[in-house]
């Protein structure tokens, strides 16, 4: 098999950054290092790209949909088809389906749509179950009719359904059957997040919750006399933190706080995205729910927000701008930790190996060309 050369480019591998650099690769990457030390090959497809960044294919643990589609709709074809339109227009080379607190028919139908649709579009590499084990007090745009207290059992089932797919959990764990719930987590490679929680300190130190679903929104707040779910993610260095980096979620000031608080090995970039990110302002739907999106906000009709609209290219350039870290840290923050989290092994970083997905911006970090297992994909 011949291989791809892309060289003198700026390369953000997750591990350093390479000024002058090349990557070699088919559908793993073979060589990266500095553009002088490449040593041509028959068969080198090779091509120039001054002015280039290149960072790893990004990592998005939270989107419920975009472009028209959701996760709930439980159609493998469309899910496969949100996956390659979030790959092609935002360069999500790993995507984890997002459903939310529905019927358990509904969730039911969710978990086989998904399977399905991975075995169609491998960019698709796990799920995120949001709800429906949270707390009414902060649901959020989550269906407050279908709340429950955490039932192990049931997510054995839904588990099951899915093909061992769930890999992250977003409940309560202040809830009635926390405890065993977390237990079945932690033995089936599913990683426990707090969030749409009610959670004290003394509450959270009793848990075994080691993520926070989008840190600061929908979770008790962080105040002077009881630290609640924000003020634990802050201090409890085992915690990963979710934002979302759209500036309408969390102010920027805020996403600067987390940042200093939590350091930047323990952060990580989501979309939260419905269906109406990528469609034309207007009403759509979240959860069976009327939804009006303006202004690249999503809302329901009283008001709160409602998911988003943020595509993940936008998420990246705002961490740097809000907070003034670096573009290295930023690829740490939408790649790299989330490999690490949840041992996605081949993913996250431009080394030897992996496989070989690959952001190419321009200068003013617009978003050209995204490689998904050594395959290029122009953004639309």
């Known amino acids: 098999m011949s291989a791809k050369v892309l060289k003198h480019a700026v390369i953000y591998t997750g591990e350093e950054k390479i000024e002058d650099g090349y990557v070699r690769f088919t559908d793993k990457i073979l060589n990266v290092g500095p553009a002088s030390e490449y040593q041509a090959q028959a068969g080198d497809d090779v091509e120039i790209l001054r002015d280039r960044v290149i960072v790893p ?18 159609d493998a074809d469309q899910i496969a088809a949100m996956a390659q339109k979030m790959m092609t227009n935002e ?47 902060f649901k959020g745009a989550q269906p407050e009719e279908y709340i429950k207290d955490p039932d192990t059992k049931l997510l054995a089932h839904w588990n099951e ?21 977390e237990d079945y987590c932690l033995s089936h490679g599913i990683v426990p997040s707090v969030g749409h ?17 989008h840190l600061y929104n929908a979770q008790r707040e962080f105040k002077h006399r009881e630290p609640g779910v924000t003020g634990h993610a802050m201090l409890e260095n085992s915690m990963t933190g979710e934002l979302i980096c759209d500036g309408f979620h969390i102010v920027p000031d805020m996403i600067k706080l987390a940042l200093e ?28 729910q009327k939804v009006f999106v303006k202004d ?37 923050m939408s790649s790299g930790n989330q490999a690490k989290e949840f041992n996605l092994t081949q993913k996250g970083y431009i080394i030897p190996g992996k496989d ?3 952001n190419l911006f321009d200068s003013a970090f617009k978003l050209q060309e995204t490689y998904s297992f050594g395959q290029a994909h122009h953004a639309e």
Request: proline share 4%; charged share 20%; hydrophobic share 40%.
């Open 57 to 74: 294919g990004f990592i998005d643990v939270h989107a419920h949909g975009g472009y028209s589609y959701d996760a709930m709709d439980g």
């Open 356 to 358: 070989a997905d690959m």
């Open 261 to 288: 608080l939590k350091g930047v090995d323990r952060i990580e970039l989501v979309t939260d995205s419905m269906r109406a990110k990528g469609m034309p302002e207007g009403e759509s739907e979240l959860g069976g």
């Open 161 to 181: 359904l899915s093909g061992n797919m769930i890999k992250l959990i977003t409940y309560a764990p202040e809830d009635n059957g926390a405890a065993a719930f």
């Open 296 to 332: 690249k906000q999503a809302r329901l009709a009283d008001g709160t927000l409602a998911g988003s609209v943020l595509q993940y290219p936008d998420a990246f350039v705002n961490i740097m701008r809000f907070t003034g870290c670096s573009v290295a840290d930023a690829v740490k």
């Open 197 to 213: 929680s009610n959670a004290t300190r003394a509450q959270m130190m009793q848990s075994k919750a080691t993520h926070v679903t």
């Open 91 to 137: 360069g999500v080379t790993t995507l984890f389906a997002t459903t939310m607190t529905q019927s358990d028919h509904n969730i039911e139908h969710a978990m086989a749509g998904v399977k399905a649709a991975a075995a169609k579009n491998p960019v698709i590499q796990g799920i995120h179950l949001e709800g429906p084990f949270i707390s009414p007090v």
